[in-house]
Nanobody, 127 residues
Framework: QVQLVESGGGLVQAGGSLRLSCAASGRTFSSYAMGWFRQGPGKEREFVAAISWRGRGTRYADSVKGRFTISRDNDKNTLDLQMDSLKPEDTAVYYC????????????????????WGQGTQVTVSS
């Protein structure tokens, strides 16, 4: 089992930047593909970005492509999401998620495909 704790959320003006981090503990972090999801008010949880277990594969939702960057440090057991050019519609609770895998490049984009979740961190973008 792996435990995930997000940090870095906050209030930012439109056009600004935030960097979210997810600290993982428990089993070997590098054996897990990771993802970021978000859930806005009254909305379902949606995919934001994903990265393969060694970081060689990434995928982004169209809505964040070119603005967000996902990365991981397997030595430090951390997952990051750099968010630039933030928009009010990016306002949501952001969650990191983990899925155990042995596939080097594969990423997953559906919430049900992930095994472990953090508690979330709030990101609010004001206009």
């Amino acid at each position: 089992q792996v435990q995930l704790v997000e940090s870095g959320g906050g209030l930012v003006q439109a056009g600004g930047s935030l960097r979210l981090s997810c600290a993982a503990s428990g089993r070997t972090f590098s054996s897990y593909a990771m993802g970021w999801f978000r859930q806005g008010p009254g909305k379902e949880r949606e995919f934001v970005a994903a990265i393969s277990w060694r970081g060689r594969g990434t995928r982004y939702a169209d809505s964040v492509k070119g603005r967000f960057t996902i990365s991981r440090d397997n030595d430090k057991n951390t997952l990051d999401l750099q968010m630039d050019s933030l928009k009010p519609e990016d306002t949501a609770v952001y969650y990191c998620a983990a899925r155990r895998t042995g596939q080097l490049f594969r990423v997953w984009v559906l919430p049900l495909e992930y095994d472990y979740w953090g508690q979330g961190t709030q990101v609010t973008v004001s206009s």
